[in-house]
């Protein structure tokens, strides 16, 4: 299943909304898209939403830290939010959850 996604922006924050899978296939291109917000004007804070994600991978782990410090070098916060079953056990298995801001 081929992943999609959305960028919704209001007042200085924005959701990328992602679904489907995530894997070495296409890892490059959920980074491209939390890159594209990170690197938006006054863009503050970036929130990850992978409510609709079913599956992820290694190759999309690391992806997610290099996000991370993009923006991090960048100066805009973000996190990780709403990973559901295996993609949540994955992120807190692999000790990535908490630098991406899961509680």
């Known amino acids: 299943m081929p992943a999609t996604y959305t960028l919704v ?3 200085g924050s924005t959701v990328v909304s992602i ?3 995530l ?8 980074f491209a898209w939390v890159r594209e917000a990170l690197d938006a004007a006054g863009c503050e804070c970036v ?3 992978l409510d609709r994600v079913r599956f992820i991978d ?3 782990v ?3 830290i290099h996000a991370h410090a993009y923006a991090q070098s ?3 916060a973000l996190r990780v939010a709403n990973a559901r079953d295996l993609v949540h056990r994955v992120l807190w298995t692999t000790g990535v959850a908490g630098v991406l801001g899961m509680a």
Do not use: I, K, Q
């Open 9 to 11: 922006t209001v007042d």
């Open 19 to 21: 679904a489907g899978e």
């Open 23 to 30: 894997d070495a296939s296409n890892a490059e291109d959920m």
């Open 47 to 49: 929130c990850v939403d």
């Open 58 to 60: 290694s190759t999309t």
């Open 62 to 64: 690391r992806y997610l």
């Open 74 to 76: 960048s100066g805009v």
